[in-house]
T-cell receptor, first 113, second 112 residues
Framework: EAGVVQSPRYKIIEKKQPVAFWCNPI?????LYWYRQNLGQGPELLIR????????DSQLPKDRFSAERLKGVDSTLKIQPAELGDSAVYLC???????????FGPGTRLLVL | GNSVTQMEGPVTLSEEAFLTINCTYT??????LFWYVQYPGEGLQLLLK???ADDKGSNKGFEATYRKETTSFHLEKGSVQVSDSAVYFC???????????WGAGTKLIIKP
């Protein structure tokens, strides 16, 4: 069974530029999560989807971050414009409806210069 | 509020040594507890979990027991290998919420 797929794996951009990350969850997983992980810290939840509905986006900085999950499968996380402090690893995870286990992708490492 | 506290790293051990990584938590009710591992350049992988008091999670020679009386979920392994070098994260999840609350991670370095 294929795991959670993310792309790109690495991204280097200049500040004020836009950037987008893509995630394909495990087939059949209805719940999708985006996390941000800063160096030396645990992941921080940005947004959680149940199918195509964002059910928890309370920690998403909505002035510059946006996300979508069209058709309840793939998801895209966007930052516009990026700031130096956005440098981090962006992780996508998915889980079944009632399944506690979250399965993580390899992450996208973002560096903003 | 809910929180997870892990011992600070890095933890450096020789191969075949006994490993303990401490994890304590603060939560209302009875959360589920998890250990995730992150190998260099890879994503987070679930290592083991326990969903109720006195449960023992185990995988790949690692074990952790859910201790309600001490609010702890310490990770142990009897004989570590160089391939166990990674960052280990302890996390909790309340029954009423999908959100995982994470510790800061503990980097483990195993020397041959």
């Amino acid at each position: 069974e294929a795991g959670v797929v993310q792309s790109p794996r690495y991204k280097i951009i200049e500040k004020k530029q836009p950037v987008a990350f893509w995630c394909n969850p495990i087939s059949g997983h209805n719940t999708l999560y985006w996390y941000r992980q800063n160096l030396g810290q645990g992941p921080e939840l940005l947004i959680r989807y149940e199918n195509e509905e964002a059910v928890d986006d309370s920690q998403l900085p909505k002035d510059r971050f946006s996300a979508e999950r069209l058709k309840g499968v793939d998801s895209t996380l966007k930052i516009q414009p990026a700031e130096l402090g956005d440098s981090a690893v962006y992780l996508c995870a998915s889980s079944l409806w009632d399944e506690e286990t979250q399965y993580f992708g390899p992450g996208t490492r973002l560096l903003v210069l | 509020g809910n929180s997870v506290t892990q011992m600070e790293g890095p933890v450096t051990l020789s191969e075949e040594a006994f490993l303990t990584i401490n994890c304590t938590y603060t939560a209302t009710g009875y959360p589920s507890l998890f250990w995730y591992v992150q190998y260099p350049g890879e994503g987070l992988q679930l290592l083991l979990k326990a969903t109720k008091a006195d449960d023992k999670g185990s995988n790949k020679g690692f074990e952790a027991t859910y201790r309600k009386e001490t609010t702890s979920f310490h990770l142990e392994k009897g004989s570590v290998q160089v391939s166990d070098s990674a960052v280990y994260f302890c996390a909790l999840r309340r029954k009423s919420n999908y959100q995982l609350i994470w510790g800061a991670g503990t980097k483990l370095i195993i020397k041959p």
